[in-house]
């Protein structure tokens, strides 16, 4: 028995309309489907011979057809039609990223804060994404006249959007080919090979769309440089005056005013290969400001494609048996506490940090 494509549009009818209502589907409820041109009586043969081949079942007797396992399968291979996310939709998932980020770099503060109080050294700590982030897919959504939404799914599921607009019409035919154009160009691709070579080829073949290539272009490489930076917290520095190593007032003003975000930026990358508490003592350090001062860092899981690092800056005396054992503590209970947040809280810290 040959499955035509009659027999696949009744098929993809009666997935469409199990999936809504999660009752079974008869053939006069798929008759009144406005796309649906055939007769009751051929929708009933077709969904017969479509359960004898296997595509769908009859739970009851006199009951109308479900999807079986194999109709589902031919389903999501072939007949399912693509879902393009509205407006809200989009906004809305973009909104639950920023929220869960903003979660996340308050966090990033706490812990830095009860890092130092744990250990009496200045603390950091970092959350940054695993790996380098791509484009996954590049959708292109009419919205108007001269306005077309764009929507970019990061290679984390991350999604961001954009509406732009321009002061000449592009047909929706234009927009459907430029879609086309930077899913086989730019998806999957590193930061570094968004070149002018690359925008010159694509501003070329994207026709009567291409007004549109800069300004994706310049939003697509905005947004993966975003995902490229960590978000990183400092607490703790004035804990240093307590040292006897940095009583001497102008060595401490030094290495105060060093113990920034740009001094400690190179920090998460020593630590992108590293298993386990890294030790960097004096000279080994990355960044002159440090290089007479001890570091010692830790990772930790967030999820969500997301790592953290936690670390103490002190001098080189310091204790590092108690110090590492204190560390990993933390990032033990930060890796649970990110699986299972609704389970787990942090404690507050001391005003004092």
């Keep these: 028995?040959?499955?035509?494509?009659?027999k696949k549009k009744v098929l993809?009818?009666?997935?469409?309309l199990y999936i809504r209502t999660a009752e079974p589907v008869g053939s006069k409820a798929i008759t009144e489907l406005p796309d649906m041109k055939y007769s009751s009586a051929t929708i009933r043969n077709e969904m017969a011979e479509l359960t004898t081949m296997g595509y769908l079942e009859q739970p009851h007797t006199s009951a109308g057809r479900i999807p079986s396992a194999a109709g589902y399968r031919l389903y999501v291979d072939e007949l399912m039609l693509d879902y393009r996310l509205s407006m809200d939709e989009t906004k809305s998932i973009s909104s639950a990223i920023e929220e869960k980020?903003?979660?996340?770099?308050?966090?990033?503060?706490?812990?830095?804060?009860?890092v130092s109080q744990a250990t009496d050294l200045p603390a950091i700590s970092v959350a940054s994404r695993h790996g380098n982030a791509a484009v996954k897919r590049f959708d292109l959504i009419q919205a108007g006249e001269n306005s077309v939404i764009l929507v970019v799914m990061l290679s984390n599921d991350e999604v961001v959007n954009k509406l732009i607009k321009l002061p000449v019409n592009v047909s929706e035919a234009d927009i459907k080919i430029l879609s086309a154009l930077l899913n086989a160009?730019?998806?999957?691709?590193?930061?570094?090979?968004?070149?002018?070579?690359l925008l010159d080829r694509v501003m070329r073949s994207a026709g009567a769309a291409a007004a549109l290539v800069p300004v994706i272009v310049d939003f697509t490489t905005e947004t993966l440089r975003r995902q490229g930076t960590a978000n990183m917290a400092v607490a703790g520095q004035m804990r240093l005056l307590g040292q006897p190593e940095y009583r001497d007032v102008d060595k401490a003003q030094r290495l105060l005013t060093s113990l920034d975000e740009e001094a400690l930026s190179n920090l998460p990358a020593v630590m992108q290969n590293a298993n386990g508490t890294k030790v960097l003592v004096g000279p080994e350090n990355v960044a002159s400001e440090l290089k007479d001062t001890s570091v010692v860092m830790t990772k930790f899981d967030i999820g969500d494609g997301m790592q953290g690092m936690i670390g103490v800056v002190g001098p080189t005396r310091m204790d590092y048996a108690k110090v590492t054992a204190r560390l990993s503590c933390f990032a033990e209970s930060l890796s649970k506490m990110f699986a299972k947040p609704e389970q787990q809280q942090l404690p507050a810290p001391d005003k004092e940090a």
Aim: no cysteine.
């Design 1 to 6: 028995m040959e499955l035509t494509e009659r």
């Design 12 to 16: 993809r009818s009666v997935v469409d």
């Design 101 to 114: 980020m903003q979660r996340v770099d308050k966090m990033m503060e706490k812990v830095a804060k009860l």
């Design 185 to 197: 160009t730019m998806a999957e691709i590193p930061l570094e090979e968004y070149t002018p070579e």
